[in-house]
């Protein structure tokens, strides 16, 4: 994976941020160290230099103690920020203390510089240091132990001169092999991050791509969702135009013969005063059952012509609870002691139709779920009930009539507002009911729905034009 230009601002201060909390973490680790160890080389003192162990462990002391305000200092601000300094003082204290008793006690024939190596690899293994720092830490210690064998090289000892060379050669290689190895793990640090910085971002760019998907997926599916809404709608729309046109010559060729009947049952009426008093009750009642078949005829006739004249009457500002409150006034008779009727409205809310057309809405749903509900049976719990609810939201006032009879089969829920689809049986119903609430709605501007799920409810939304 290339790696990320460090010239890039985000990623070296992103760099410098997890420099900053490492070094602090490993520069207090460092300084743990030195408070221990420190102490813990007066056994070594008792061994090597029995009687100076009363000189040197003040002298620990002291470095562990500085030592300890070096940890503490890490957790401040200050320390937070100048943890590069801090970290130079933790192997350079111990270094100056070890370097003092060298001068003090045996100069270059001290075995104490291996603590000096043992630094330098404390410097390797335990801070993480750059090239530069790991190098300036080695060459302090490297010129804090000359300065210690100072007073052989000066007075010339030849043994003495031979063994610092020998003690300052292993130092210097300990050096170089902590420097250089520092600066290939730096180096593989440096990619890691890299390679760690580049895939979170990545990760980064990724999820901000899924959200973005996500969001265009659901506005997608909202989209086909209103293209089908829309379809179908126009569909119905097709049917309706379909019907009308149809109607009107349908209107045209039974309103003749049916003037033609009328006219003729006025005559029979007539004449049947001069028949004789035996024949007058059948023959009147003859007469009626054709009177009311003619009326049917007349009744289907006015349906149809929904179809064929629509949008011909005035819209109106109509409050819609009383529209409702009419429709129920018709049913009364039918709802008293039967069904439950709940109603929540918003308040004043006014809808711009037909008034007379939106009663007749009203009415033909409200009929539909008073049949519905006859078929259904109720435990005590439950009762037949008809809900009325209403709100309005960004100008669009919806009605939502539902019960909670039967349903309405699937396999019927695409049809039911198509003219003459019915369920009911012969003689109850023409299918023309909810396929003239449809054009009714249409005519307003608005749109009526179904949902349903059999056996436990049906509900219609009416949406219309608010005012």
Known sequence: MPDIPPGNTEFRRAFLDQEQQERVKTGKVGAILVVLLMPAGWILDKWVYPEDVAKFLPARLLCSALALGVWLMHWTSFGRRHYKVLGLAIPLLPAAFICWMIKTKAGATSPYYAGLNLILLAVSVVVRWTTMESLVAVLGVLLMYIAAC????????????????????????????????N?????LRHQEFTARFELDRNKHVLEISNKKLDLQNKELGDTIQKLT????????????????????????????????????????????R????????????????????IGRVKNI?????????????????????EAITSALRFLSNEIKDKVVVEQNLGERQTVRANKNKLIHVFVNLFQNSIDALRTKPFNNCEKPTISIKGRVERGTSYIIVRDNGPGIAR??????FDPFFTT????????????????????????????????????????????
């Open 183 to 187: 600066h290939f793990f730096n180096r």
């Open 229 to 272: 809404e829309a379809e179908s709608q126009l569909v119905q729309s097709e049917k309706m135009a379909s019907l009308g046109r149809m109607s009107a010559g349908i209107i045209h060729e039974i309103n003749n013969p049916l003037n033609f009947a009328t006219t003729g049952l006025f005559t029979l009426k007539k004449k049947g």
């Open 301 to 321: 006739v006015s349906d149809l012509r929904m179809f064929t004249h629509p949008g011909t009457e005035s819209l109106d500002q109509v409050e819609v609870s």
């Open 150 to 181: 100072f007073g052989e090289l000066v007075g010339g000892d030849k043994e003495q001169v031979r063994l610092m060379g020998n003690n300052f050669y292993f130092l210097a290689l300990t050096g170089i092999i902590v420097v250089v190895g």
């Open 411 to 416: 396999e019927h829920t695409d049809k039911i």
């Open 274 to 293: 001069h028949l004789p008093p035996e024949q007058q009750e059948e023959y009147t009642d003859i007469v009626k059952d054709i009177e009311e078949g």
């Open 424 to 467: 009911k049986s012969v003689g109850e119903g023409m299918g023309l009911g909810l396929s003239i609430c449809y054009r009714i709605l249409e005519e307003s501007q608005g749109k009526i729905s179904v949902r349903t799920e059999q056996g436990e409810f049906c509900e219609f939304t009416l949406e219309l034009p608010a005012t």
